[in-house]
């Protein structure tokens, strides 16, 4: 058995998510399901077609873990009227995709964040032993696919 990383639990996250949010077409932005304690997950649009059209059996998320999300509830995002705007030196944005046809998650490494990732690391080590209770049964299920 491999050995879990970080963007295994996130995944792990992304299935809790997607397995309790509200069913029927989605709008970029649904927070619908849970998420742990700390973290932010939204639904962040469907995958796009050659031909430009939406592709509703590609579910794009966004991951939003904060510098404090161990201690504290997710802080609010400024906004624009286009965007959630994000705060590099605070937080770290992973973006994932569900793809129905595969029935698999693809979970990216972040870009756009300040946060050593030694630190980031530990802390979603440490968000995930907090909640382990609650999703042993996601982390197993995305092991046995892997």
């Known amino acids: 058995m491999r050995k879990k990383t970080y963007l295994d639990i996130i995944e792990s996250?992304?299935?809790l998510f997607i397995d309790t949010m509200k069913s029927g077409y989605l709008h970029a932005g649904d927070a619908s399901g849970i998420a742990p304690k700390g973290i932010k997950i939204i639904f962040d649009g469907y995958g796009?077609?050659?031909d430009g059209s939406e592709n509703l059996n590609i579910l794009l998320f966004a991951i939003f873990v904060h510098k404090d999300s161990?201690?504290?509830n997710f802080p609010p995002h400024e906004?624009?009227?286009l965007a959630i705007i994000n705060r590099p030196k605070e937080e770290v944005?992973?973006?994932a995709f569900y793809d129905l046809d595969t029935d698999s998650i693809t979970v990216n490494e972040p870009e756009n964040t300040k946060l050593d990732e030694k630190f980031l690391s530990k802390l979603i080590f440490d968000i995930d032993k907090r909640e382990q209770p609650k999703y042993d049964k996601y982390f197993e299920?995305?092991?046995a696919k892997n």
Do not use: D, Q
Request: aromatic fraction near 22%.
């Open 13 to 15: 996250w992304v299935w």
């Open 48 to 50: 796009e077609k050659e």
């Open 70 to 72: 161990l201690k504290k």
């Open 79 to 81: 906004t624009n009227l």
């Open 93 to 95: 944005c992973f973006t």
């Open 141 to 143: 299920f995305i092991l």
